[in-house]
């Protein structure tokens, strides 16, 4: 059966759609059917991270019943379906509820894990993936100001009905003041993985090529594929 996996944060920036797309991409090098879908409405950028441009149909079209969701379905690598966002600044409106969670569904017959990259904040538009999801990812850095984010993305899934599976701490540093396991146990969830900082990541964006693909044997990516890993144990 297919997992849904909201992949949130409470700060911007922090490397959601580093992790949808890395991640993903680490499920399908494994022999997994897996769709990256682009939620994040307002810094919509995931298609740029997996080499796609804008001017097919999208997300925005799906939800205004004006394209299908294969329509809006690119396969950019093998067994990885992308499905990009408008660059519209409109988020989702109270009644894209039922729309999202067809496309969701739709999505549940073609694939094994279906990752929802989800934008940062509290809007509608942010809140709406996690109940819809099975489960939510976190993504923090190890910075106080991104854990104490964190609770209330917990808080956000918890009231709309949605699990968090655990959490994935980026940007780590061995220089870190801090421990992981305590971050993780303070805000009672489980640790699925570290990702350290590294500047392969940055040169993957400019690659315009997945992190997993363009530096398979950087610590990131060597990172991405552990924390694959310990997810497919996990379901
Ligand atoms: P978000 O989707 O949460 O806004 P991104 O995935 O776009 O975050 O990442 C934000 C920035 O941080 C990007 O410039 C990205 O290259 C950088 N970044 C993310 N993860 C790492 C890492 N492990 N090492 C170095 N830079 C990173
Ligand atoms: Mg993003």
Do not use: C, W
């Not at 499920?27 to 950028?45: F, I």
């Not at 073609?110 to 990752?115: K, P, Q, R, S």
Request: charged share 25%; aromatic share 4%.
């Amino acid at each position: 059966s297919t997992t849904v996996y909201a992949i949130a944060s409470g700060k911007g920036g922090v490397g959601k759609t580093t992790t949808t797309v890395n991640l993903g991409t680490a499920l399908a090098g494994a022999g997994h059917r897996v769709a990256v879908v682009d939620t994040d409405l307002g810094m919509a950028n995931l298609a740029g991270f997996v080499n796609l441009s804008a001017d097919g149909p999208t997300l925005h079209d799906v939800l205004a019943g004006e394209a299908t969701v294969s329509d809006a379905t690119y396969e950019v690598a093998e067994r990885i379906g992308a499905i990009p966002s408008g660059t519209e600044l409109s988020g989702f409106a109270e009644a894209d509820t039922t729309e999202l969670s067809e496309v969701i569904d739709r999505l549940r017959e073609e694939f094994d894990y279906v990752l929802l990259d989800v934008g940062a904040g509290i809007s509608h538009e942010s809140v709406l993936p996690l109940g819809l999801a099975d489960e939510t990812i976190l993504v923090s850095t190890p910075e106080p100001a991104s854990v104490q984010d964190v609770k209330k993305t917990i808080d956000l899934t918890e009231r709309s009905g949605g699990d968090v599976a655990g959490l994935v701490l980026t940007r780590t540093r061995s220089g870190d003041k801090v421990s992981y396991d305590e971050i993780a146990a303070r805000l009672d969830i489980p640790l699925f993985g570290t990702i350290p900082e590294d500047d392969a990541v940055r040169d993957s964006v400019y690659a315009r090529t997945p992190l997993v693909v363009n530096t398979p044997d950087s610590p990131a990516a060597t990172a991405y594929r552990d924390l694959a890993g310990a997810l497919v144990e996990d379901t």
